[in-house]
């Protein structure tokens, strides 16, 4: 029970990793508010039936409409120890076509949001000289890109540069500030995204990234969960601006041919 009676935000939490991050804290005995745009917080809450759990609709867009649920969390539960930036978009589309919506969509939920959510909640932090903050950068970005990902990997890179700073600022009030860097987790995100490169076959997609992964397999967004547990408990008080990887070893092999 390393999160007992820790409250955690985890935004972005109604699915995918931030799905796996909630379930995961609330197994080690947090109380957990998740903060997303999609209707499905409310079945998520409904779903998982647990007195700890609850949710708020929030736009992380909207700094006024975070300021408003921050506090009544506040109000709530007396505090806030943890804060999980999972909330994000991945929307592939090469740079020479792509429009600024959909360049302005990724930077105001990715960064912004991020930006926004941190800003509301790190100087409750601070007057309590303890926090934990966890940001979901990736691979991508940091690391590797593909085709297609020059939105996205901005916004990735920038929350790992993002995370670095405000550790440092952060590092003599007891606060930590890392990042988790996945590579492919089989979430509702990469599903989509195979329906969209093969309708009549997704899982050959699926099944092809797999291949190019050491492990031979997608992570589980349990897995995102269990490390980002492990940043948000007092295990991890003597690590602080670092991106952590977790991603199969995709992004080991020194050459394409395995063993070589």
Known sequence: MK?????????????????GIVEVFLKYGAKVVIFDYSDKVFETV??????????????????EMID??????????????????????????????MDDTVR?????INIIGTWNVS???????????YGKIVNLSSVTGPMVADSGEVAYATTKSAILGFTKSLA???VTDNITVNAIMPGYILTPMVENMSKLSCPENPQSVIDGIAEGIPMGRLG?????GELAAFLASDESSYITGQGIVIDGASTLPETKTMGV
């Open 220 to 224: 589980k967004i349990e897995e995102v």
């Open 119 to 129: 800003k509301s909640v790190v100087p409750h932090m601070i007057e309590k000289k």
């Open 168 to 170: 440092m600022e952060l």
């Open 46 to 63: 409904e779903e998982k039936n647990n007195p700890n759990l609850v949710g708020y609709k929030v736009d992380i867009r909207d700094k």
């Open 104 to 108: 302005d969509n990724h930077f105001g």
């Open 68 to 97: 408003k649920y921050v506090a009544e969390v506040i109000e709530k539960f007396g505090k806030i120890d943890v804060l999980v930036n999972n909330a994000g978009i991945c929307y592939l589309e090469k740079f020479v076509d």
């Open 3 to 19: 999160l007992e009676n820790k409250v955690c935000i985890v935004t972005g939490g109604a699915m995918g990793n931030g799905l």
